[in-house]
């Protein structure tokens, strides 16, 4: 069964900060990986995922990700945060074996200070 | 491309009733559709996955009896909440995944449902 954990419930930073948000997965073969951001009360928009090849992956809204299969994990990254940066942050695992569903780890709420 | 809707954004019911919300893809084929439940603060918890033309299929621990999933086109899936009762109350997401897609999934912005 696949699995994923975000360490961090909440982060607090600074607006012009850097960002870096925590995602490890847990699972026997080659995952998929994605980033998704909610904010309150929204459904889910798509920041950047990872399938193959690269493993530094750009997304939008300046966001990219690092896929580590040797550490399990699929972090989150952004150099300079806006004050419309905050939100919940989801990583996610899926696998074509497992039915293309998806997992989520329990999110990440950021919080961005002026 | 590659939108999702649900109808309606928000409802309330009184207890004992049934609600049924719509997952629409607007501009794609989505041979399968998901269904998630989001409780305040929390993470997305899979309901049942529902494939066109044929029955969903439920996680464990989700009553099919009370979540009635029906996908009847390429475009349209229905979750139909069964007598609902306040503990039923929640944010209900679908996503839809591409005809031969490669495991991506379009979400929809979702339904809050509230029970009296």
């Known amino acids: 069964a696949q699995s994923v954990t975000q360490p961090d419930i909440h982060i607090t930073v600074s607006e012009g900060a850097s960002l870096e948000l925590r995602c490890n997965y847990s699972y026997g073969a080659t995952p998929y990986l994605f980033w998704y951001v909610q904010s309150p009360g929204q459904g889910l928009q798509l920041l950047l995922k990872?399938?193959?090849?690269?493993?530094l992956v750009q997304g939008i809204k300046g966001f990219e990700a690092e896929f580590k299969r040797s550490q399990s994990s699929f972090n989150l990254r952004k150099p300079s945060v806006h004050w419309s940066d905050a939100a919940e942050y989801f990583c996610?695992?899926?696998?074509?074996?497992?039915?293309?569903?998806?997992?989520f780890g329990g999110g990440t709420r950021v919080l961005v200070k002026p | 491309g590659a939108v999702v809707s649900q109808h309606p954004s928000r409802v309330i019911c009184k207890s004992g009733t049934s609600v049924k919300i719509e997952c629409r893809s607007l501009d794609f084929q989505a041979t399968t559709m998901f269904w998630y439940r989001q409780f305040p603060k929390k993470s997305l918890m899979l309901m049942a996955t529902?494939?066109?033309?044929?029955?969903?299929?439920?996680e464990q621990g989700v009553e099919k009896d009370k979540f009635l999933i029906n996908h009847a086109s390429l475009t349209l899936s229905t979750l139909t909440v069964t007598s609902a009762h306040p503990e039923d109350s929640s944010f209900y997401i679908c996503?839809?995944?591409?005809?031969?897609?490669?495991?991506?999934?379009?979400f929809g912005p979702g339904t809050r449902l509230t029970v009296l």
């Open positions: 996610a695992v899926g696998a074509q074996a497992a039915g293309n569903k998806l997992t």
């Open positions: 990872y399938f193959s090849g690269d493993t």
């Open positions: 529902s494939n066109e033309g044929s029955k969903a299929t439920y």
């Open positions: 996503s839809a995944g591409l005809a031969g897609g490669l495991n991506e999934q379009f």
